[in-house]
């Protein structure tokens, strides 16, 4: 159960992941970047020398199947909320270097170390936050799964953003919960029933 800012979170806490374990050494002396993509960032020409580094793209929300059917969120008061809604959110994941040797080298290195650590508990999630306040509760977990795409899925994404979409990995974040603020309003208590019994012939007393 987080708050609305849990897919930025998300993606930010796999970045800062990238960045903390990823091999300096591949870079050729350059300062790697670490960013979150939007759709025309893949299709503005790319600068001179080209920025080398980790991108990540979320082109796809979507309500968790598995989880669509939540119960009414209970806080620490004991007072109830709407449902929270379950979220996955795609992702795709790519690294860029100059040369495409060294690029297929980060993606090898960026698939393992993300099959190596699928996930991510609320400390990782929380640290990797811009926004105020906690995100996650210290329970929560998400869990990140490579999904690779259908095939006419990818030639889509292609299609788009050509040529600017170099070989790339696909994932997927299960579950996220989005919580609800607005409370469920409920009757008081039940404290006696009355109960009437028919006469004879149908009268009532």
Known sequence: MARFSAISCVCKALLRSL???CPRELFAGQVPAF?????????????????????LFPWRIAPNAQMRSQPPRT????DKFRPSLPLDVHMVATPWAADAERQLALLGWMA???????IFDANRLNAASTFSGQVFQAHE?????CDPLP????????????????????YVARGILLDSEVAMESGALVRNRTFEYAAPGG???
């Open 19 to 21: 960045e903390d374990h």
């Open 35 to 55: 960013r979150i993509y939007q759709p025309e960032s893949f299709t503005t020409p790319p600068p001179d020398p080209v920025v080398e580094g980790f991108t």
């Open 75 to 78: 806080d620490a008061h004991g």
């Open 112 to 118: 393992r170390h993300l099959e190596d650590r699928p």
């Open 141 to 145: 977990s998400v869990e990140l799964v």
């Open 151 to 170: 095939v006419a899925d990818l030639l889509g994404l292609w299609d788009k953003f050509k040529p600017r979409l170099p070989a790339s990995a696909t």
């Open 203 to 205: 009268a009532r007393n």
